[in-house]
């Protein structure tokens, strides 16, 4: 799978063998134990310590003046109403945590005047700095799990970052913080805080087998990469913008309305076709996050309640598009009825304790609602994380002008041209499915406009100068070689292998 790096037989066992064996004593002061996802996300900090890879990121511009005792008064009773943002994971007994207690409870909380630099270098130094807060690992013994950061910039406006640990957070969470954060700032009354609800920590054992008989002997993504992969994950990323527009969506939308489909199936369809033809095979598992049934019990709770789905879907046998829509609707609607199970007991039953179930990740998400603090609003940006766990993740916002959104690759695998190819990729496969849902695979081209013009031009015969022809063979002959390969959708113009 995605990990090469060698984890000790029995670290996650036995992690998660003494959690389930701990009984109460009755004479002790209660002590909260970890949940089955927060044993999980301590894993994956012990076998790859230092990294950002877990921090939820979100950051917004202000329009306006902030008052900044008002918001940080909203972040002190923020703290002080949900024990899970004054809470640590010390390393003597990795099942248990550490609460602060409310009197204790002080957020970590900065800011930084750029109003003197100017709207334009303020803006600039305030992302810079963002950045590398959010590149900054978070230390579970220690904290704190959560960060906010404010820059006042000229002209009465600032810059919003909060990060927060998954493991104290998921995204749902972030949602709850800002309703929450804004209530309080503008003085408006709340009412009592949504306890985190407990996470059953062993799974039904049918569940259980049904995991492992969806998992049963799937084989990782055998994407070419345009290095060799080390011997331990770097965690070392960028990213590619993707922009499918109003018509597209709209077009998304009625094939997936026609089909019993959602928009999220059928652009999964579109990155599994994607994949499965770059790769040179259609046994496929995506990663995806999903919240769990803890999370619909507490809609206001903040925490970790999402855990992943692995989505495997084959379709080696399909003909047609329709058919492999269907397979990716079946394998949705299959894996939807174990989402319940964390994916770490999951790992543990299909023997991948400490190694990824997927190297992929496909996320679909809606544009968020309004937000304000008080009269001010607030405009979320889009922010690519600082880094990713996965060799390749598609993270979509879907609004009503259409889906913006980012292909975030792993730079120790790839180039930033091998990336553009397959996000091209993905746009032109998605149009063809939408455009023709009928079509034999065979027919479905999912070369992206650029590569089809690369190859085109060299096809043609075009004289172009010595340097632009040797730039061009590079970039045809680069996607050949790290793409291309038996069975691969790449060859000279007009022709599609299958």
Known sequence: MSDNLQVPADLGRDLLARWRARTPDATAPIVPQASPIQLGLRLFEEIHPGTAANILRFDAEIDGSLDIDRLATALRTLAHRHAVLRTTFPDDDRTLCAVTPEAEAVPDFTVTDL???????????????????AAAPMDLATGPLWRVAVWTLAGGTARLQFLAHHIVADGWSLGVFLAELDALYAGRPLGPATPLPAVPATPDPADLAAWRDRLADARPLSLPTDRPRPGTRRFRSDHVDVTVDAALMGRVQDLADSTGMTPFMVLLAAFHLTLARTAGHSDITVGSPIATRERHRAPGAIGPLATMLALRTDTTGARTVREVLHAVRDTCLDAYSGAHVPIEAVAEQVGQ??????????????????????????????????????????????????????????????????????????????????????????????????????????SAGVPLADGVVGRVECLVEGVVDRLGGEGVAVCCAGEVLS
């Open 115 to 133: 109003a003197e630099l100017g709207a334009d270098a303020g803006r600039a130094r305030a992302c810079a700095e963002a950045d590398a807060r």
């Open 353 to 458: 304790r400490g190694v990824a179930l997927f190297d992929v990740l496909f996320v679909l998400q809606p544009q968020p609602g309004e937000i304000r603090l008080g009269d001010l609003p607030v405009q979320p940006r889009v922010m690519a994380p600082a880094t990713i766990r996965n060799d390749f993740e598609l993270y979509l916002w879907q609004g009503d002008d259409g889906v913006t959104g980012f292909l975030g690759y792993d730079t120790d695998l790839y180039s930033a041209d091998t990336s553009h190819l397959l996000a091209g990729r993905f746009l032109a496969t998605l149009s063809a499915l939408v455009g023709c849902p009928d079509a034999e695979l065979a027919e479905v081209d999912v070369r992206s406009v650029g590569e089809c013009e690369r190859v085109g031009v060299l």
